[in-house]
């Protein structure tokens, strides 16, 4: 069972663009690490949260528990909370006597107080993994494209979930063009640019091209027909961008 929340991204790096981070809790018990690695391979990373966040995810009727992990970690060179993607945390929302402990270096949310606190990085809790995506409305080539998320450190976007599939189907219809770039690449095999995994799949009717024409390497998702494509690299779509994967 999953649950998500969705919030509008207000990213001044894009320019042109419709940007939304997705939370999605997975209502599984792993440690840490394990948590960490389930959200690298379905969506993006753990969730980086605000204050606000905290309050809706504890609202969350699946959360049977009063904690769950989210994407802090203390880096153990300089003792300072980082988030899973690798940003310095600079949240303040501790529970009293909380964020201090040097033996527990991971951080959860307690569902009762709406507060977070330190915990043992081994023992295992539910979790929220996240997912960014940014439409961008202008018209680049594949190659052009990814040229344009790698300088903003993203990454053309993976769609290796339903959940993920379904937010960029909702944010295409802004597009400016029915085809929207994606990290979809063919080199003997089609694969995520990003490293994302390819056992998700959406392809048409006709199935995935085992070995696509010359001019038909790139992915594309169709919005309309709400599926992927091979397109000719040298067209100029509207594209996605993701955070990219550590």
């Known amino acids: 069972m999953e649950t998500i929340i969705t919030t509008l991204l207000f990213l001044s790096l894009f320019g042109l663009n419709s940007g939304y981070r997705t939370h999605i809790f ?3 018990k792993k440690n840490w690490k394990d948590a960490q690695e389930h ?5 993006d990373d753990l969730s980086t949260i605000t204050s606000h966040e905290i309050q809706i995810f504890c609202q969350n009727s ?11 970690q203390r880096d153990i060179q300089n003792s300072q909370w ?3 993607n690798g940003e310095p945390a600079t ?4 529970d009293l006597g909380q964020g201090n ?7 959860t949310i307690r569902k009762s107080t709406k507060k977070l606190h330190d915990y043992d990085c081994r023992g295992k809790l539910t979790f929220y993994c996240m997912t960014d995506l940014d439409l961008i409305q202008e018209t680049k080539t594949w190659d052009e494209a990814l040229d344009y998320c790698i300088e903003r450190n993203t990454s053309l976007a993976s769609m290796n979930s339903s959940t993920i599939m379904d937010l960029a189907v909702n944010m295409a219809k802004n597009a400016q063009t029915v085809n929207v770039w994606t990290g979809l690449r063919f080199l003997n095999h ?3 640019v990003n490293g994302g995994d390819l056992e998700y799949k959406a392809w ?3 199935g995935e091209v085992q070995c696509p024409a010359m001019n038909q390497r790139c992915g594309a998702l169709d919005r309309d027909r709400r599926v992927w494509n091979p397109k000719n690299c040298q067209e100029r779509l509207n594209f996605f961008c993701s955070i990219r994967r550590r």
């Open 82 to 84: 980082m988030w899973s």
């Open 62 to 72: 699946e959360i049977t528990d009063d904690f769950f992990f989210c994407g802090l």
């Open 91 to 94: 949240i303040n929302e501790w």
């Open 39 to 43: 959200c690298r391979k379905h969506y």
């Open 26 to 28: 997975v209502n599984e």
């Open 101 to 107: 402990d040097l033996n527990e270096n991971c951080g």
């Open 204 to 206: 048409s009717e006709e």
């Open 190 to 192: 089609w694969f995520w």
